[in-house]
């Protein structure tokens, strides 16, 4: 598979579980490197999953 489509996977992945699990967002918002460590995305694909999530926040 093809490591950029791979990564916009993951991301979905983490989005939709961030979307449906407050705990997780909530990790995920305080903690973004810590959380994102624990996938194995690229720098790129981490920084999209960051700006996403502070959009989601406000």
Same mark, same amino acid.
Do not use: C, G, H
């Given at each position: 598979?093809?490591?950029?489509?791979?990564?916009?996977?993951?991301?979905? &992945?983490?989005?939709?579980?961030?979307?449906?699990?407050?705990e997780?967002? @909530?990790?995920?918002?305080?903690?973004p490197?810590?959380?994102?460590?624990?996938? @194995?995305?690229?720098?790129?694909?981490?920084?999209?999953?960051?700006?996403?999530?502070? &959009?989601?926040?406000?």
């Amino acid at each position: 598979m093809d490591p950029r489509q791979k990564d916009a996977e993951m991301i979905s &992945d983490i989005l939709l579980r961030a979307a449906s699990e407050p705990e997780f967002r @909530n990790q995920l918002v305080k903690e973004p490197s810590k959380v994102l460590e624990q996938y @194995n995305i690229s720098p790129k694909a981490k920084s999209i999953i960051r700006k996403s999530i502070v &959009d989601l926040t406000q």
